[in-house]
């Protein structure tokens, strides 16, 4: 059984779940229609958050432990950057188109 190396930072990826694994949101991006649900579920051992960078954006999730999940859904159409609260390094960007 071989494994792939998780996909370079790229186009948005037509998706509706994220997984925060190894440090990481992927896909880092993900373009979905209004009125979508995104679920992100946190797969590291470590606590993650999922929150909007602007201060007064949508995405504020609590503190995720392992296994846990988050939804949030789009309403409107933008461009929405997150990133882990925790560990700012970890960024992720989710389209929303009409």
Do not use: R
Not at 14 to 31: H, L, R, Y
Not at 58 to 70: A, E, I, M, N, R
Request: hydrophobic share 35%.
């Amino acid at each position: 059984m071989s494994t792939s190396p998780a996909a370079p930072a790229g186009p948005a990826v037509a998706a509706n779940a994220v997984d925060i694994k190894e440090f990481a949101f992927g896909p880092q991006s993900v373009t979905v229609k209004v009125g979508t649900t995104v679920t992100w579920t946190n797969d590291d051992q470590d606590p993650h958050t999922v929150t909007s960078q602007s201060g007064n954006g949508p995405l504020k999730s609590s503190t995720l432990q392992k296994g846990d999940k988050f939804q949030y859904t789009f309403t409107k159409a933008g461009t929405f950057d997150y990133l882990c609260t925790i560990h700012p390094f970890m960024t992720g960007t989710v389209v929303v188109t009409a």
